[in-house]
């Protein structure tokens, strides 16, 4: 049975390629090539999934920063088979004014080198050869470069895992507003990302679908033994779809301070074509999940619209102000 190659590997190894060549890679180069999706590529099949994966990861990557860039081919703008994708080096060079001391220098070449052999490994090796057949020669100092991605949520291996097996598990699950985890058994369909966060997808006893956020998965996920049927198609797609549906339904209208952290962090997500913008249209997913978020700004942003969402903001501030005044009074 083939490895199974985590997400944030196979996104790694993407980062690798799209830094490794200045023009670019096409799809076709990338799904044939990168480690994660050159396992399951057809070359002579439609690759539909891997398309979809593709499509994900460039989402994901870009949710953490990472400029990655389209580039249209000349005489042929729109055509995304022969489109090239790339991430440009020079984002990531450091400012003319930043310098280093002799030590710094020589502990950053040492921590260099040591990347340099640990991130070039057989899979690597052989990716760079398969580059190199395809006429596109890589720029050997890509690995010098380390991606920021997240670290993932203890579940998410196990989680993982299961799906591969067909295996049924139990996990306790902390709800908004509970203060005691919740046991749950779910028969597991998908891990997936979403608008930056990590989610799982899964079937109660009943058969009816059920999403949830693995960073609030307070426990040890464990297999039952017991397992099950999946139903046929890409679940992990599936779910993205559910939740975008969402996401493009359920929208509240935020007020920001000019100028504020409010300002910037969702006028970069909601601000549309005017950076100025102070009243915003911002679209969620999860109620609880963007209360949290703008309960974090304090009075930097002001909900106007729903009335829920801004009761559960304000309740998010009470249960604040009551925690501090009584540490206060137990001092």
Known sequence: MPRIIPPEERQFSLVLALLATEHGLTKE????TVDGYAQKYDPDGPNANLERQFERDKDALRELGLPLETVDPPGEPGNNQLQRYRIPKGDYELPGDVTFTPTELGLLQLAGAVWREGTLSGDSRRALIKLRALGVEP???????????????????????????????????????????????????????????????????????????????????????TYFEPPAG???????????????????????????????????????????????????????????????????????EPEHLKQAVVSRLEAILWQHAEAEGAA
Do not use: C, N
């Open 29 to 32: 180069q990338i799904l044939s």
């Open 234 to 304: 890409d679940q992990a797609a599936r779910a993205v779809a559910d939740l975008q549906r969402v996401w493009d339904r359920q929208t509240a209208t935020v007020e920001v301070v000019p100028g504020s952290d409010a300002a910037a962090r969702l006028g970069r997500r909601f601000g549309g074509d005017d950076p100025e913008a102070t009243v915003l249209t911002v679209h969620y997913s999860d109620l609880a999940l963007l209360a949290d978020e703008l309960a974090g700004y304090g009075p930097e942003a002001l909900v106007i």
């Open 139 to 225: 720029d050997g100092v890509m690995l010098g470069y380390a991606p920021r991605l997240r670290a993932l949520e203890p579940a998410f291996a196990p989680l993982t895992e299961a799906i591969e097996r067909h295996e049924i598990v139990t996990f306790p699950y902390l709800r908004p507003g509970r203060t005691s985890a919740r046991p749950h058994t779910i028969k597991p369909l998908a891990v997936f990302q979403f608008r930056g966060r990590w989610l799982f997808q899964g079937l109660d006893h009943a058969d009816r679908p059920l999403t949830f956020l693995l960073s609030r998965i307070v426990g040890e996920v464990k297999g039952t033994k």
